[in-house]
């Protein structure tokens, strides 16, 4: 995408912007704010657990902050895959309750008037127990698609579908609780 920087807010040290906070909401508006203060208007934040998650969704994003303060992708489990805002972030994420099914319904009421939302409902993954409903989904790039069925084929038998945490094997990377890390999307300042 052209005039679009990427920003990756994570606990990494390499990374362009570093987590700060204790809490998914702290770190969240904290990757906001850093960015407002580097000088970025037009922010768009996704997470890393939407493996739908292309292009043409931030293409979206930015075209609808151009007529909208608040835009959102919303998530088929009631969160979220994309925030994007051209207004202070805080009114807009104080109170979200998230990790639940009412983060999207709390940041709609949150954003005032009225949001634009991304024409897309995206799956996304908080748990093992969220990959065998991914296997099946046509949006999902083919490698995606391939590396979602080796998780399974790893897990141990009946394990995949049940809602208890995935046992711990090398081979299978335990998915954490913390919440994603945030990058946000910024427009590069020319």
Not at 32 to 60: C, K, M, N
Not at 78 to 86: D, Q
Request: hydrophobic share 35%.
């Amino acid at each position: 995408m052209s005039g679009v920087r990427l920003l990756v807010c994570s606990d990494e040290r390499q990374a362009a912007l570093p987590q700060r906070g204790e809490t998914f909401g702290e770190r969240l508006s904290n990757a906001f704010d850093d960015a407002r203060r580097l000088g970025y208007r037009q922010i768009v934040a996704v997470g890393t657990d939407s493996p739908g998650l292309g292009r043409r969704h931030l293409e979206a994003a930015f075209a609808r902050l151009t007529t909208h303060d608040v835009v959102l992708g919303r998530a088929s489990d009631g969160g979220v895959y994309l925030i994007g805002t051209r207004s202070e972030p805080a009114p807009l994420l104080r109170g979200v309750p998230w990790r639940t099914g009412r983060v999207c319904a709390r940041l709609a009421a949150n954003a005032g008037g009225e949001p634009a939302y991304l024409d897309d409902r995206l799956a996304d993954v908080d748990a093992h127990r969220d990959l065998p409903r991914l296997r099946h989904d046509p949006t999902l790039e083919p490698a995606t698609t391939l590396l979602i069925e080796r998780l399974l084929a790893r897990a141990p038998h009946g394990r995949a579908d049940q809602r208890s945490a995935p046992p711990r094997h090398r081979s299978l990377p335990r998915l954490s609780l913390r919440g994603p890390p945030v990058s946000p999307v910024i427009p590069s300042i020319v």
